[in-house]
């Protein structure tokens, strides 16, 4: 099955298709149960990392299935996988797939192998840096943060890290963005991201926002002042 589904790939015409990725993901992935060695070994095989099908659709689904398992064996099949990809641009497939499983998820606990591979493959999440503490990685992600023409996606999850990782440089740009004029989802992440700092100007804020909000941004305001007792007064 795995030869047919790795002869299949192979063709470059299909992967625009909207059943077939799809149809050949679902064969791979019914064999992670069944023979985990097998599917590792598929990409293991340099000749089917070039082709866009699997580039697109195969690889990073299946890093995505085994980092959404978060069991330590699962996670050192991340690790084998990308030290299989032959460049740090295939690595990226793959961090793709990793990103996307551990979004919005406690990225503590990640085994040395999986953490060795990702810095030798040059593509660490920036989140992934961020909680490690890494100051050029804080750098780059406040800079992100406040970059209006950067992916709106990537700025959300930015934004959301520093609910996870507590850093003083970070409050002021939080608070920047949860007054600004930005869209109501960033907005609203920068507030709930706030709810980590206890500093005084961060209640003295949401009263602001809650004073002169609306929606979904002023209920979050109101959560903001409700997580301490003395910004509830």
């Avoid at 192979?10 to 990725?21: L, Q, T």
């Avoid at 990073?60 to 740090?88: H, I």
Wanted: proline share 5%; aromatic share 6%.
């Amino acid at each position: 099955m795995l030869k047919l589904v790795a002869a299949l790939a192979s063709r470059d015409e299909d992967a625009n298709d909207a059943y077939i990725p799809l149809l050949l993901w679902f064969a791979l992935e019914s064999h992670v149960m069944l023979d985990r060695d097998a599917v590792v070994g598929f990409a293991k095989d340099p000749g089917v990392w070039d082709r866009p099908l699997v580039q697109q659709h195969l690889l990073p689904r299946l890093m995505r299935r085994f980092a959404t398992e978060g069991r330590r064996a699962d996670l050192l099949v991340c690790a084998q996988l990308l030290r299989f990809a032959p460049t740090p641009a295939h690595g990226a497939y793959l961090m793709k797939g990793f990103e996307e499983a551990y979004r919005g998820r406690e990225l503590a606990g990640l085994p040395d192998e999986l953490l060795q591979a990702m810095a030798a493959s040059g593509k660490a999440p920036l989140v992934l840096r961020v909680r490690q503490g890494e100051a050029a990685a804080l750098k780059e992600s406040l800079a992100l943060i406040t970059n209006k023409k950067a992916d709106p996606t990537e700025r959300l999850n930015q934004v959301r890290v520093f609910g996870e990782v507590r850093r003083d440089e970070a409050m002021g740009v939080l608070l920047t963005i949860a007054a600004s004029a930005e869209a109501a989802p960033l907005r609203k992440a920068a507030l709930i991201s706030l709810m980590s700092y206890d500093r005084p100007e961060v209640g003295a804020q949401a009263v602001t926002i809650v004073e002169q909000g609306a929606g979904e941004v002023r209920l979050a305001a109101l959560a903001l002042l409700v997580s301490r007792a003395e910004w509830s007064q």
